[in-house]
């Protein structure tokens, strides 16, 4: 079945950018999106790029997709303390089910 | 901005007792969703909804789940018979529908499920 991955845990120190990497193995993909989950929270959607689009930006935002490696990327430049959280990359094909990873812990150090 | 509410925010409940959790998805959007994480875990799919209907679901959501739309705003998923393996955050999500961007998918704050 299909399938995303991630790594589990990225630090940063506040101001540099933070790279939050994701594969998946859907071929049929269409939709990508990124999800922040604070500590005790729902799931807030960032952002998310049609799979025809090579790159998304966003304020301090930019998604990167490499349709070919099946690789996804979300860049936050200037990370903040308040960008600490656990950030999932989901995928699927239109009102299908997302599929997610099991989140990057972003720790952010001041 | 419009949000997807949850209720309660956290239910503790004794093993073989029946929960139902709530949800207020968007207004206007047209497709419904519950995932559940447990502690740790990936979020995990269990049922969608669309027009009424169940539209998919996972092998997770056995005969013990079941999802009911009451009136035009509330989305209720019950559980008859909690088990142990029950516990964990249930998350309702909504979309619009209508293809694009419209099959975004919002997520509400959750609800989590400790089953003792």
């Known amino acids: 079945g299909e399938d995303v991955e991630q790594s589990l845990f990225l630090s940063v120190r506040e101001g540099d950018s933070s790279v939050i990497n994701c594969t998946y193995t859907?071929?049929?993909?269409?939709?990508l999106y990124w999800y922040k989950q604070e500590p005790g929270a729902g799931l807030q959607l960032l952002t998310y790029?049609?799979?025809?689009?090579d790159m998304k930006q966003d304020q301090r935002l930019t998604v990167l997709l490499n349709k070919k490696d099946k690789h996804l990327s979300l860049r936050i430049a200037d990370t903040q303390t308040g960008d600490s959280a656990i950030y999932f990359c989901?995928?699927?094909?239109?009102?299908?089910?997302?599929?997610f990873g099991k989140g990057t812990r972003l720790s952010v150090i001041a | 901005e419009p949000e997807v509410t949850q209720t309660p925010s956290h239910q503790v409940t004794q093993m073989g007792q029946e929960v139902i959790l709530r949800c207020v998805p968007i207004?206007?959007?047209?497709?419904f969703y519950w995932y559940r994480q447990i502690l740790g875990q990936k979020v995990e799919f269990l049922v969608s909804?669309?027009?009424?209907?169940?539209?998919?679901k996972s092998e997770i959501f056995d005969d013990q789940f079941s999802v009911e739309r009451p009136d035009g705003s509330n989305f209720t998923l019950k559980i008859r018979s909690t088990k142990l393996e029950d516990s964990a955050m249930y998350f309702c999500?909504?979309?619009?529908?209508?293809?694009?961007?419209?099959?975004?998918?919002?997520f509400g704050p959750g609800t989590r499920l400790l089953v003792l």
């Open positions: 207004s206007n959007h047209l497709y």
């Open positions: 909804f669309y027009n009424n209907e169940i539209s998919e």
């Open positions: 989901a995928e699927n094909s239109g009102n299908t089910p997302l599929v």
């Open positions: 790029i049609f799979s025809n689009m």
């Open positions: 999500a909504s979309a619009p529908g209508g293809g694009g961007y419209q099959e975004t998918q919002y």
């Open positions: 859907d071929s049929s993909s269409t939709y």
